[in-house]
């Protein structure tokens, strides 16, 4: 056996011991008991399956290292591995204290499962992983130290990381394809240094209800899509529902880690899309009314966010007044005038012209009132982008 160890072990030019290649392959398929007595003897090795190939090595559809133990201090490689259309588990497996390293590795169309996994506390990344078409469990999973997925592939499943620990810090930025992403949750999950999920566009709402945050939480370019039920099937009720009924809770609680971090543009849109939510629903405290003047709150401004629209509505009102002191007898620049004076009737000199024109009260009166309101709005706006 000592020669066959020679042979499947390498010392790298820092005297190293390493298993990789072909040979990790081939002692893989002999099991997890050879494979445990081998490494057994090798307990600081490195493990490398870099370009690996192993889209035919699954048994009924899935390659599994359950019960396989990796070195105690080496790392783990996989870059560039491809695992083919196999569901793949490393359920409950447990690395060493060495970096573990997914870099580039290609999933297909299984699950891909690192329920209970044990992270050591050494880097684990899966930079530019391409997690395929099958849902991702990572519920349970302890990573002991840094952790990436920076620029990771998403595909068209759930993406579980529920109970989860991360003990370093945690990145999630800017992965390709986010939208594709099913469904997204870290419940009850514990974050002990930064959690980073920016410049991610997700055609779901992220779940961080119940999560433990220690350290900073950047949610800075994240915007999610809230999925309602189509206006026909709500009828009699104006007002179509989010089709899952956890997104209020879920966009409150994005809210407040945006709050909480000092983010005023990401919290607007969180809360923008809570209060779209709960339209309609009594259950929230949304009857018609409050639902009625919510949605005129979102066409007119979206909720603050806006400088725009209440600008236009401003400018279209002031058109359909225009016309109407036209339709009064009244001139097209003198009309100009009065609406102007009209809108900022709290300068001087705007006073003395409506005083002159008091045979417009009526129409003056409600365009009025309809500027406030606008003009308000759009003070609003400036006063949420510029906020410090």
Not at 53 to 68: M, P, V
Not at 70 to 91: C, I, K, Q, R, Y
Not at 232 to 253: C, E, H, I, M, Y
Request: aromatic fraction near 14%; hydrophobic fraction near 40%.
């Amino acid at each position: 056996m000592a020669e066959k160890d020679e042979e499947i072990f390498v010392q790298d030019i820092h005297g190293k011991w390493g298993l990789g290649g072909n040979c990790a392959d081939w002692l893989f398929h002999e099991g997890s008991e050879r494979w445990n007595s081998e490494l057994a003897k090798y307990p600081e090795a490195n493990i490398y399956f870099n370009d690996c190939d192993l889209s035919k090595d699954g048994r009924n559809g899935i390659i599994s290292f359950c019960g396989y133990r990796f070195p105690e201090h080496g790392s783990v490689f996989f870059l560039n591995t491809n695992f083919g259309d196999n569901a793949v588990s490393f359920e409950g497996v447990i690395f060493g204290d060495g970096d573990v390293c997914f870099d580039n590795a290609k999933f297909g169309k299984g699950h891909v499962i690192f329920t209970s996994t044990k992270f050591g506390k050494g880097r684990s990344s899966f930079m530019n992983t391409d997690f395929g078409e099958g849902n991702v469990y990572f519920g349970g999973a302890i990573f002991g130290g840094d952790v990436s997925f920076h620029g990771s592939y998403a595909g068209d499943g759930e993406y579980d990381f529920n109970h989860a620990s991360f003990k370093g810090h945690a990145n999630f930025s800017s992965m390709f394809q986010s939208e594709h992403i099913k469904g997204l949750t870290f419940r009850n999950a514990i974050f002990e240094k930064s959690f980073d999920l920016t410049n991610n566009m997700f055609s779901c709402v992220p779940d961080l209800v119940g999560t433990k945050v220690s350290s900073h939480v950047s949610l800075h370019g994240v915007h999610c899509e809230l999925k309602r039920m189509s206006y026909w099937s709500t009828l009699p009720s104006l007002f179509p529902q989010a089709n899952d009924a956890r997104d209020v809770a879920k966009l409150r609680r994005l809210k407040e880690l945006a709050e909480s971090n000092k983010d005023h543009a990401a919290a607007l849109r969180f809360y923008a899309d809570e209060m779209r939510a709960k339209r309609g629903n009594k259950e929230h405290g949304m009857g018609f009314w409050k639902s009625f003047l919510d949605l005129l709150y979102s066409a007119t401004s979206n909720y603050g966010q806006s400088i725009g629209k209440p600008a236009i509505w401003l400018f279209s009102v002031s058109a359909v007044f225009f016309a109407c002191l036209l339709m009064d007898s009244k001139g097209v620049v003198e009309s100009m005038i009065l609406l102007i004076a009209n809108a900022v009737p709290f300068v001087a000199s705007a006073k003395t012209i409506l005083d002159c024109h008091k045979d417009a009260a009526g129409i003056l009166m409600f365009h009025g009132l309809l500027s406030f309101v606008f003009i308000f709005l759009i003070g609003l706006g400036f006063r949420n982008r510029f906020r410090v």
